[in-house]
């Protein structure tokens, strides 16, 4: 069966028509995961969801174990991982509920174990282009066929939190082009690519980003938004076996070759 990883949040595992399997839990040499690995099979894939924040949501996006996140996945031998944010919007063509598969990032996140190479063996990859496109296709082509409309690009920028932005850094980020920002994209796209998996990230508009907006939104309002655009994003979810494939023609397994520099093997 084909396998496929999804990090997210809670609320994601009760999709309709999926078959809940087993737990897995997964040591790695870089410490524990999240949470263990909750796997559910639908229409020929398995599906290995994994809860970022760990399942109280008691880990904040700058202690999250992102290296041990990955590491889990690889160890799983799961090449294919779909990310699921929640952000704030910039661009003012988006409103909360949106749905949005950024095609680039900007990472200003500090003092986070961000990478594998950090002693010995160092590789410096290339992340021009931080998400699969293969995968950002499977995923378009799965909201074109369940019917529900996403933005295709957009250009998401991660803070280190677990603080909101001020005004002015929202301001600013919109002159450098972000479109949305989170706080969690980063490092995780980048132990990804080092660790030569495919990865795609689909985020939802939860709210205006700080001063974007007069109209000041409810909670009330938020969380409707959310759980509709929760539905859809599960609407999306289901339609992926369809286009999944295993197959990898894209650059993204040969992420390290020809990036090393220290001379160590
Ligand atoms: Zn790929």
Not at 140 to 167: H, K, M, Q
Request: hydrophobic residues 35%.
């Amino acid at each position: 069966m084909k396998k496929l990883g999804i990090i997210g949040g809670s609320g994601l595992y009760d999709i309709e028509g999926f078959d809940f399997v087993q737990e897995v839990p997964v040591q790695t040499k870089y410490g524990e995961p999240s949470d263990s690995y909750r796997v559910f099979e639908y229409k020929g894939v398995s599906f290995y969801f994994l809860n970022r924040h760990g399942r109280k949501h008691s880990i904040p996006p700058h202690k999250v174990n992102y290296k041990a996140n990955i590491a889990g996945f690889k160890e799983l031998g799961i090449n294919h991982i779909i990310s699921i944010t929640a952000t704030g919007g910039i661009n003012s063509s988006y409103k909360p509920g949106d749905i949005i598969i950024p095609d680039d990032g900007i990472d200003m996140t500090s003092g986070r174990k961000g990478t594998y190479f950090d002693g010995g063996l160092i590789h410096h990859i290339d992340i021009t282009e931080p998400f699969c496109p293969i995968m950002r296709g499977v995923l378009e082509n799965a909201a074109a066929s369940a019917d529900e409309d996403v933005f295709t690009s957009g250009t998401y920028i991660c803070t280190n939190g677990p603080r909101l932005e001020t005004g002015a850094e929202i301001k600013a980020f919109d002159r450098w082009g972000a479109d949305l920002v989170g706080m969690t994209l980063f490092p995780e796209c980048v132990l990804a690519r080092e660790s030569e998996l495919c990865y795609v990230n689909m985020s939802l508009i939860t709210n205006y980003a700080a001063g974007t907006t007069d109209s000041k939104l409810t909670t009330d309002e938020v969380v409707a938004e959310m759980s509709k655009s929760m539905e859809r994003l599960k609407n999306i979810i289901s339609m992926i076996p369809v286009y999944y494939t295993e197959n990898r023609v894209c650059e993204c397994k040969n992420a390290l070759k020809g990036t090393k520099i220290s001379k160590n093997d």
